[in-house]
């Protein structure tokens, strides 16, 4: 028998308000099989960074900062000057304040931490253990519901919805009393049939005091961020496809059964006092979370200088004479290195930056796959699809292909795949393992073709991305279109180093389809009229570059012209020869610097193939910038691989139709993947992922750190640690954008969200105009001293 609580009446009556809100803040986590990086802040980038980042304190319990220590240890060192300290100091915020703040965090208050009744009596009952507990029991109930591939039992009530099911299911579970949850079984049975009526219930029961509301429940769902995250996302690809989704309120509904269980089991045993119910709670370390949001200004702001003073001493031109060949890579930062050694490699060679689906957003389905899929930045819908002929050799591929998975999912549920069989076997076994696993990869070569999409649409296309990355005229004989991907064995993250703008898929289909739509003849007809003449004597070819090697293949997607041998011959060599370059230069970062040039090649190659490597390649680490300009503004740079690169020519834009896509797409997409680097480096334990060794996949979906607990988001901690100390600066994104101040402010009016990320201090915005640079700073545009 249940006992009853009667509460107080709310201080926040707009319940429905609250919770909408909520469930706004959390972001979505996309599943492994195409893990995209996601900004981790998306709910709350309509606030600015300093106001979000206190209520990250009090409801997840971290404020996305450094360490004090930290800003003071770079001070100290010189990373952070006495001149840039001060640019971040005002009347209120002087530099011997901000000073004394990291010298003595200990006298300045901060905010306190929202606490769930789990929280609190862990706090009365040191070994209770009861936020391990509610996080356990909720995980294992959608580790049930969420299932794709793992489980040989299926629950019979998962077609009812995840609330339904959970409160069919939890009515027979004993395991909560068994833990001391008495009459568990009971209150389950006790709470509504509809997930809303039980937050309603549940709500009344817990009768929050001195809190505010949403707050309130977005804590609830940060003590389960990452099965909210991936239900966030379930509810978001519901919503693109007008369907209606609840399940991020069954699972709040769910959290909060928990806790009002608790408090109606320790009420009942006389364990709860009244002020339990004030669920604010003093932050154990106290700091002020301005003070800090200005030193990670000053932190950020040395680089943005050194950068802005590079780039207006570089001249800012078109090429004249016709290019050698062209190569489109996409912007990704890891091409920024490769596309340094190629242009040595190739003499006049003209490389272009664009976004890795080169425009062609398709719904992509290969032989071997169930289903379609999207093959674009999440923030697309695919407007058309493609997919690749099942005949012959690729029919037999598929067949292999669909048979491999299905013995390496019945090599997983089997009694051989325990670590106490393959530790005693030993490496014998490893061959069998990579066989298994290889099967679940795409191994059709056969070409992408778009599927009943009419010429007018593939010239629509065409033309889009020609206009996109600012390539609609001076065509060399031979262009490149190179999409990239990564390869790596053992590694649930693997999509992870695919590329983002393909949606945690290579790029590999969208440059193959791109090239062949390029050198349609009717294509071709439509696009000139509409003012893009590509000659003749113009041919395109789809390539891949690998990213763990720095190889690149080409794809010979239709008869090459014999008058092309030579330049395809150039191509070839030159490509082998940027490869080479590139793993030379990335030798030191992976711990192979002191490797022969000899066995270089080699040593990284294998890290593909090796089931034992944490960091086969370290993907977007480092990243820090996009320069969206001309390439002769970057091209006697070294970047270090740490700047996404996309051509942009203002002049060739009147309309800003350009300019527009590329803060409304690339932009956005490079702040998801910047700031989900820097969170996981800031707060690793909130933020990221954990350490990969103890990694297991659940259902197929994301990954637990052990054998229980919450799904882990964010980046795994070999991501962005080489062992020693972090690789990964956590710097907020600097977008500098070569065009006027005026032309930026027009489009940024007409685009809000976008507009928001940068005033609100999520990310940063420096204008190239000419000689000079300008910072835009919550609205206003002030000088860069060059």
Not at 660 to 685: F, G
Request: net charge negative; hydrophobic share 45%; glycine share 8%.
């Amino acid at each position: 028998m249940t006992t009853t609580i009667t509460p107080t009446a709310s201080r926040q009556t707009d319940h429905e308000s609250a919770i909408s809100a909520a469930l706004g803040r959390i972001p979505p986590l996309w599943p492994l099989n195409h893990f995209v990086a996601v900004n981790p802040f998306v709910g709350l980038t309509n606030l600015p960074f300093a106001e979000a980042s206190e209520i990250l304190q009090r409801t997840v319990g971290v404020a996305p900062m450094q360490n004090a220590a930290d800003y003071l240890a770079a001070y100290r060192s010189g990373a952070i000057t006495p001149a840039e300290l001060a640019s971040v100091a005002d009347a209120e915020w002087t530099v011997e304040k901000l000073l004394s703040a990291v010298e003595a965090v200990e006298g300045v208050s901060g905010p306190g931490q929202i606490a769930t009744m789990a929280d609190l009596l862990d706090r009365e009952r040191p070994h209770a253990h009861w936020s391990v507990f509610v996080v356990e029991e909720i995980s294992k109930w959608c580790g049930v519901a969420f299932d794709e591939n793992q489980t040989t039992w299926n629950s019979p009530w998962k077609a009812l919805g995840l609330y339904a099911a959970w409160r069919q299911a939890a009515i027979y579970d004993r395991n909560p009393e068994a833990f001391g949850l008495s009459e568990f079984r009971a209150f389950v049975a006790s709470l509504p049939e509809d997930s809303e009526a039980c937050i309603r219930h549940c709500l009344a029961v817990l009768d929050p005091q001195d809190v505010d509301l949403t707050e309130f429940l977005h804590r609830q769902l940060a003590t389960i961020s990452g099965w909210a995250g991936y239900v966030q996302y379930l509810v978001r690809e519901d919503g693109l496809r007008e369907k209606k989704n609840d399940a991020l309120r069954d699972l709040l509904a769910m959290r909060l059964a928990y806790d009002a269980a608790l408090v109606c089991a320790f009420a009942r045993d006389g364990v709860l006092r009244t002020e339990s119910r004030h669920f604010t709670t003093p932050h154990p370390v106290c700091r002020t979370t301005e003070a800090l949001v200005r030193w990670q200004t000053a932190f950020e702001s040395g680089y943005q200088s050194r950068m802005a003073c590079e780039l207006v001493r570089q001249p800012s031109h078109t090429p004249e004479t016709r290019p050698s060949a062209q190569a489109v890579f996409c912007i990704d930062v890891r091409s920024e290195i490769y596309r340094r050694h190629l242009e040595t490699a190739l003499p006049g060679v003209q490389t272009v930056g664009f976004a890795g689906f080169f425009g062609f957003p398709v719904a992509h389905r290969t032989p071997a796959a169930i289903r379609s899929t999207a093959r674009c930045p999440v923030l697309l819908v695919p407007p058309v699809e493609s997919g690749e002929p099942l005949c012959g050799e690729a029919a037999a591929a598929a067949v292999h292909s669909k048979a491999a998975a299905g013995a390496w999912k019945a090599f997983q549920n089997s009694a051989t795949s325990c670590f106490s069989f393959v530790e005693s076997v030993g490496l014998t076994f490893g061959g069998v393992l990579a066989r298994l696993n290889k099967g679940g990869e795409s191994c059709c070569g056969t070409t992408p073709e778009l599927e009943n999409v009419p010429v007018s649409t593939r010239a629509d296309l065409a033309e889009g991305a020609l206009r996109n990355m600012s390539l609609t005229s001076n065509f060399a004989r031979l262009v490149l279109i190179c999409g990239h991907g990564s390869r790596s064995t053992n590694n649930p993250y693997a999509s992870a180093l695919d590329c983002g703008a393909c949606g945690g898929h290579a790029g590999d289909v969208n440059a193959r389809l791109a090239a062949a739509t390029l050198n349609e003849p009717g294509v071709r007809t439509l696009i000139a009229q509409r003012g893009i003449v590509i000659p003749e004597d113009t041919v395109f070819v789809g390539g891949m570059h690998q990213t763990l090697s720095d190889d690149v293949t080409l794809f010979a997607d239709g008869p090459l012209p014999a008058t092309h041998a030579k330049d395809f011959e150039r191509l070839k060599n030159a490509l082998v020869l940027a490869g080479a370059g590139a793993r030379k230069e990335r030798a030191a970062s992976l711990g192979l610097g002191d490797v022969a040039d000899a066995d270089l090649d080699g040593a990284i190659r294998s890290r593909a193939l090796d089931i034992s490597q944490v960091r086969p390649e370290w993907g977007l680490a480092g990243n820090a910038a996009l320069i969206a300009a001309p390439r002769s503004r970057t091209a006697s740079l070294k970047l270090d691989g740490r700047v996404f690169l996309h051509n942009y020519d203002a002049g060739a834009d009147p309309e800003d139709n350009v300019l527009t896509l590329i803060l409304c797409a690339p932009v956005v997409v490079a702040s998801w993947i910047n700031l989900q680097y820097y969170a996981s480096r800031v707060a690793p334990l909130q933020y990221g992922s954990g350490n990969k060794v103890l990694h297991n996949v659940v259902g197929g979906i994301g990954v637990m750190e052990g054998n229980a607990g919450d799904l882990r988001v964010g980046l795994p901690l070999q991501s962005i640690h080489d062992g020693e100390k972090f690789v990964h600066e956590p710097r907020r994104l600097t977008v500098f954008l070569e065009a006027a101040r005026s032309r930026i402010d027009a489009v940024l009016d007409a685009q809000p969200p976008v507009r928001e990320l940068f005033d609100n201090g999520w990310i940063h915005l420096v204008a190239l105009e000419g000689a000079e640079a300008w910072k835009r700073s919550a609205g206003q545009w002030n000088p860069v001293a060059v």
